[in-house]
């Protein structure tokens, strides 16, 4: 069983650029959570989806906007990338009250 | 408003030793508490998690931790280290009975373990 797998696992971009991450839930799995990990600090929840709508979200501009497909994937798109924009982006996903399954990240680094 | 304060942002000890990573947490609501470790290069895995069914809770790899009201403490704590413990270690805090996909972590504390 695969657990929650990210595309790509690195990227790079230059300032202005936008940016689009994609994450597949772990299967069974129907909600989704976005999060930022900047380096040396702890994951700064972003966004999450659950039947295709933004159901909460944190303190995040509105650069930062996603999308939930049908088939529970998700996608996580940055408009405008700034260098504060350079983190570990990590994909989390969940069934009901069950616990967060995270993957391994997309490393953003914008020059 | 939640909060999460690791004091110490790296520990070390000697394999064997104890270990305590050490977590005060601030809620408003009465809280779910989580512990993360996130090794090199990979995403988060959960150890344990207290959701009020018992105040000392055992998770994996021998790890356990404490929920404390009093002193709105949730430390980590394992017997005996071993070199594979040495990672990033994270507390969080959710809303019980919220929407448990947003999590608040702390900054995370650094464990080191010597030979």
């Known amino acids: 069983d695969a657990g929650v797998t990210q595309s790509p696992t690195h990227l790079i971009k230059t300032r202005g650029q936008q940016v689009t991450l994609r994450c597949s839930p772990k299967?069974?799995?129907?909600?989704v959570s976005w999060y930022q990990q900047a380096l040396g600090q702890g994951p700064q929840f972003i966004f999450q989806y659950y039947e295709e709508e933004e159901r909460q979200r944190g303190n995040f501009p509105d650069r930062f906007s996603g999308h939930q497909f049908p088939n529970y994937s998700s996608e996580l798109n940055v408009n405008a990338l700034l260098l504060g924009d350079s983190a570990l982006y990590l994909c989390?996903?969940?069934?009901?009250?069950?616990?967060?399954?995270f993957g391994s990240g997309t490393q953003l680094s914008v020059l | 408003a939640q909060s999460v304060t690791q004091l110490g942002s790296h520990v070390s000890v000697s394999e064997g030793a104890l270990v305590l990573l050490r977590c005060n947490y601030s809620?408003?609501?009465?809280?779910?508490l989580f512990w993360y470790v996130q090794y090199p290069n990979q995403g988060l895995q959960l150890l344990l998690k207290?959701?009020?069914?018992?105040?000392l809770v055992k998770g994996i790899n021998g790890f356990e931790a404490e929920f404390k009201k009093s002193e709105t403490s949730f430390h980590l704590t394992k017997p005996s280290a071993h070199m594979s413990d040495a990672a990033e270690y994270f507390c969080?805090?959710?809303?019980?009975?919220?929407?448990?996909?947003?999590?608040?972590f702390g900054q995370g504390t650094t464990l080191q373990v010597k030979p």
């Open positions: 969080a805090v959710s809303e019980r009975g919220g929407n448990t996909g947003k999590l608040i």
């Open positions: 299967s069974g799995h129907d909600t």
């Open positions: 207290y959701t009020s069914a018992a105040t």
């Open positions: 809620s408003s609501v009465p809280p779910y």
């Open positions: 989390a996903s969940r069934q009901g009250e069950e616990k967060l399954f």
